[in-house]
C-alpha cells in the first residue's frame, strides 16, 4: 500500500522517519453508539487521548505512568490487533498453527501498542487534528485527517483505515505520510522469518517488550 505514496513536500523527512523507528524492532474509553461512523470513530478516539494529554491532574513527569497507561486502554480498545496481525504476517499467518496465531495476537498487540503510544505522547500531543474526506467499501472505510503543529504550520497527513465488526469500528492500520505502520512491520517480520522462523521472531518481539518500559 505505501509503495504509491510519495512524502509530502509539507512533512520534513527527519519527522517522517522519527514516527517510522518509534515503530521498529528496534485510549477507559466508551465504546460509541453502533451508529456512529468511521470518522466519528476515529474522532472519538482522538479526543479521548487528547482529553487525557490536556487533562491538569495529569501534567508533569511523576503522571507520565499514568497518562501512559490511560492512552494505551484507548489504544487497545480502539485497534483490532487480530486483524493487524494477519496482515502484518501475510502469507506466513496460515502457515501458523492456532496457539501461534494466538500467541502472535497478544505479542503484536503489546508491541504496535507500546510504540503508537510513545508516537502519540512524543510526536503527535502538540499537534492539532484536520478532519479530511472518509470513504467506504463495504465493511473497510478511511478516514482522512492532518496533524498541524501549531507553532509553525508544518503538516503531517495520517490516514486512519477501519473495519467495521458489527457496528463497531475498529483501526487496523494508521499510514503516516504515505507509508503503512502495519506494512512496514510486515517488511520486518517477513524478513525475520524468511531467515530463521516464525520461533525466532516470537522470542525478538518478547526480547523487545522485555528490554523496553512498559
Known amino acids: 500500500m ?7 513536500e509539507r512533512c520534513t523527512p527527519r519527522l517522517v522517519w522519527i514516527i517510522i523507528g518509534l515503530i521498529s524492532l528496534s485510549f477507559g474509553l466508551a465504546r460509541p453508539a453502533p451508529a456512529a461512523g468511521p470518522q466519528d470513530r476515529v474522532r472519538e478516539i482522538l479526543a479521548a487521548v487528547s482529553a ?27 485497534f483490532d490487533f487480530a486483524e493487524m496481525g494477519r ?25 504496535f501498542e507500546r510504540s503508537y503510544n510513545r508516537l502519540v505522547l512524543r510526536v503527535l500531543s502538540e499537534r492539532e ?14 478516514v482522512q485527517t492532518t496533524f498541524v503543529v501549531r507553532r509553525t504550520a508544518e503538516q503531517l497527513p495520517v490516514n486512519y483505515r477501519l473495519l467495521d465488526k458489527g457496528g463497531q469500528w475498529a483501526v487496523f492500520d494508521v499510514v503516516v505520510d504515505g507509508v503503512s505502520l502495519t506494512l512496514n512491520y510486515r ?28
Not at 502484518?88 to 496457539?99: I, Y
Not at 487534528?129 to 472505510?141: F, L, M, N, P, W
Open 2 to 8: 505505501s509503495q504509491g505514496y510519495k512524502m509530502s
Open 52 to 78: 487525557v494529554m490536556q487533562d491538569p491532574h495529569l501534567q508533569g513527569p511523576d503522571h507520565q505512568m499514568e497518562r501512559q497507561q490511560r492512552v494505551r486502554r484507548i489504544i487497545v480498545d480502539a
Open 87 to 111: 496482515i502484518a504476517l501475510g502469507a506466513h499467518w496460515d502457515r501458523l498453527t492456532a496457539e501461534q496465531q494466538a500467541e502472535f495476537i497478544s505479542l503484536f498487540g503489546d508491541l
Open 129 to 142: 487534528t484536520v478532519y479530511g474526506a472518509a470513504s467506504r467499501e463495504q465493511d473497510r472505510a478511511t
Open 187 to 214: 517488511a520486518q517480520f517477513d524478513k525475520i522469518i524468511r531467515s530463521a522462523s516464525y520461533s525466532m521472531l516470537a522470542e525478538k518481539i518478547k526480547a523487545k517488550l522485555a528490554q523496553e518500559p512498559s
